[in-house]
């Protein structure tokens, strides 16, 4: 397995793994919030794509026989208006993807993909790096310790009467 940088001829194959990735979140979603639209393959792609471009941030892919089996979208966004008057604003990498494909899952894909996203941050001159992810989805918060992350903000939530 090796990590690669993203090129468009690997479009679909990424296309593919963020829809696995959100197929797997509205599975674990108790309250089904969370859900796989018909147009989200090519409008969530060209979101993250667009992120990457305006954000200086970067893709890449775990290959194994020259297919993508994971993909981690980084991206460096700036500091925005509240974090101006609310924090010290240091330059903080944004994973908003990691997924490895589910058969693969467990074999050190995703260690090796949250590895290279730190690199890339690091090279980057980040001070941090951050993701959100799903209080539902063990196995990824499990990864993100093992690999030194700590939880930083949970969002509640609270369902309201009709």
Excluded at 61 to 67: R, T
Aim: proline fraction near 4%.
């Amino acid at each position: 397995m090796e990590i690669a940088e993203y090129t468009p001829a690997y479009e679909d194959a990424v296309k593919d793994l963020l829809v696995e990735l959100q197929s797997h979140l509205a599975s674990i979603d108790p309250y089904r919030i969370i859900v796989l639209r018909d147009t989200y393959r090519d409008g969530y792609f060209a979101h993250a794509l667009n992120a990457v471009q305006k954000h200086s941030g970067k893709i890449f892919l775990a290959m194994e026989d020259d297919a993508p089996v994971g993909v981690v979208i980084c991206t460096i966004p700036t500091c925005g208006e509240e974090s101006k008057l609310t924090t010290a604003c240091p330059k903080c990498g944004f994973i908003s993807d990691l997924v490895v494909t589910a058969a693969l899952r467990g074999k050190g894909i995703g260690t090796a993909l949250l590895a290279r996203a730190e690199r890339y941050f690091t090279e980057q001159g980040c001070e941090w790096m951050q993701l959100c992810v799903s209080a539902y989805n063990q196995r990824a918060l499990a990864l993100y310790a093992r690999c030194g992350m700590e939880t930083d903000c949970c969002y509640l939530k609270k369902r309201l009467p009709k």
